[in-house]
C-alpha cells in the first residue's frame, strides 16, 4: 500500500505511517509494537536484540492493513548474522 493504491480493493483512501501501540496494563501506558530479533548468542558485545517498530498503512476503504518496519536494514543484518551463528 505504500504505492497509496488498496491491494484488495483498489481504494487510494490510505492512511499512511500509523502508530501501531499497545497499552501498559499497569500505567496505561502507550508502548510502540515492535519485532524484537535476538542478536547471535556468541556475540562478544552488543548482546541482546535488534527492534524494529511497527508502522501500518490502513485502507479508508476497506480496513485493509499492512505493517511495515522503518528498521528493516537492521533487522536483516541481525538475521543475516543469526543464520552465521
Known sequence: ???NTC???G??????DVAVLDYDASSS???SVSVPLPKP???F???GSENGHLRAWIC???GYTELYTP???ALWDAHQKNQLA
Do not use: E, H, V
Open 71 to 73: 528498521q528493516f536494514a
Open 11 to 16: 481504494s487510494t483512501a490510505i492512511m499512511p
Open 60 to 62: 479508508g476503504g476497506c
Open 45 to 47: 558485545i552488543f548482546k
Open 7 to 9: 491491494p484488495k480493493c
Open 41 to 43: 548468542p556468541g556475540a
Open 29 to 31: 501506558r502507550p508502548l
Open 1 to 3: 500500500m505504500k504505492n
